[in-house]
């Protein structure tokens, strides 16, 4: 029997339904989530072009290929118009030009635009002004890919202190201005990539810019070199969000919540262990979120508690255990096995701590991506696995479940 089927509660994200996330066990129904979100949003879908869902359809999402996982985000606005209409006079095209409709984008329609340099010893760009809070970070991203020319560029201003130079040939950052708070390349197939960066506004008014490179952001172009675009996208955060599409007005997307998974019986266990494999994003909203089993309230838990690069282990009758070795938006395991005298924390394969317990927490009836209420600090990420079991897994077991 391998560990997977030895789970008492085990959600690896594939079934659901409207308002529902199915576990794989048990498999009566009783470790199935609720799940909700008010409007459309997008996803990954298993042929990997994005698409829409509708209201209360959970995101399973396939971005990257592999095996799926279950998308949990944070409201947020696509400040843009026109998001895929470059053409648009929405859009300011300065020494460049752009034809619509020209290939199949990676929402796989006839809507990705070609954007052609010119003959001028200039930079090459499309380009929005767009209004902002000063003190506040925002992400800029847009789907790219190579044409004749195998480079391109996204800044929040004109100087390349403001810019990233992407390379669409082999799907990495080149280079990054040292205005900008991070930046990120990832590959969505067929040679496209999206293209992102965070910054920190210094003013109230940027002009968010894409533009053709080749070996510099001021060349002399050809008039006949050309990449093709897709989906632009500025939002108020810490990190880039999956695509929101706009037209006419700018778009809000709300929040996912999952919560809700199991019921006293299913967790009614006297040691246990609970493991989350998951990507947790940027900076959280509000500076942290939650991934809980409790009985609802502030009185028995076991909680893992993510903020900025690092993960807090907190359980009932011990002070708080912090994981700091945490890089934000990537892959990480961990998991607690507790019982009476002894709790033990595994992080991406090692043993990180040992404590012993004062207090067991009784009466746990439910596992909620957020806090034990389930009502705020909703946890924002990938989540790949996550289990409950009824037993403590030996440091062996433990060990093989969180090594990456």
């Known amino acids: ?60 999402d396939h971005t990257g290929g592999g095996c799926p996982t279950l998308l949990l985000e944070p409201q947020r606005t696509n400040l843009f118009q026109r998001s895929e209409e470059f053409e648009n006079s929405y859009w300011t095209k300065a020494r460049a030009s752009v034809t619509a409709n020209q290939i199949i984008a990676p929402a796989g329609q006839l809507t990705a635009d070609k954007f052609f340099d010119s003959t001028d010893n200039n930079s090459h760009l499309v380009y929005r002004s767009m209004s902002v809070t000063n003190g506040q970070k925002y992400s800029f991203s847009c789907f790219i890919k190579k044409g004749t020319l195998t480079k391109a560029f996204l800044a929040f201003n004109s100087s390349t202190a403001q810019s990233v130079i992407y390379d669409l040939e082999n799907g990495i950052v080149e280079s990054e201005g040292f205005n900008i708070d991070s930046s990120k390349i990832e590959n969505y197939g067929n040679d496209w990539f999206k293209c992102s960066f965070t910054h920190t506004a210094t003013a109230s008014t940027f002009l968010y810019r894409i533009g053709t490179y080749n070996g510099g952001i001021t060349y002399t172009g050809t008039g006949t070199d050309f990449i093709y675009i897709f989906g632009a996208q500025v939002e108020q955060g810490s990190y880039p969000t999956s695509y929101i599409k706009t037209t006419t007005g700018q778009v809000t997307r709300q929040k996912d919540q999952c919560f809700n998974g199991g019921d006293i019986d299913l967790f009614d266990i006297t040691e246990g262990t609970f493991f989350v494999d998951a990507n947790n994003f940027g900076e959280p909203l509000n500076g942290y979120n939650m991934i809980t089993i409790s009985d609802g309230s502030g009185s028995n838990y076991v909680r893992y508690i993510y903020e900025s690069s690092r993960i807090r282990v907190s359980v009932l009758g011990l002070g708080d255990y912090f994981i700091t070795s945490v890089n934000d938006n990537e892959r990480n395991k961990v998991a607690t096995t507790f019982k009476e005298n002894e709790m033990k924390v595994f992080f991406n394969g090692s043993l990180v701590h040992t404590d012993t317990l004062g207090v ?41 479940l969180t090594t990456l």
């Open 1 to 60: 029997m391998s560990l997977a089927d030895d789970a008492k509660l085990l959600l690896i994200p594939t079934g659901y339904k409207t308002s529902k996330v199915y576990s794989v066990f048990p498999t009566d129904g009783d470790g199935d989530f609720t799940y909700t979100r008010s409007g459309n949003a997008s996803r990954v879908n298993p042929g990997g072009l994005i698409e829409t869902v509708s209201d209360n359809i959970p995101r399973i």
């Open 360 to 400: 067991l927490p009784t009466n746990m009836d439910r596992l909620n991506f957020a806090s034990q209420s389930g009502t705020s600090r909703h946890f924002e990420g990938k989540v790949y696995d996550t289990r409950v079991y009824d037993r403590v897994l030996t440091e062996a077991e433990a060990i093989e």
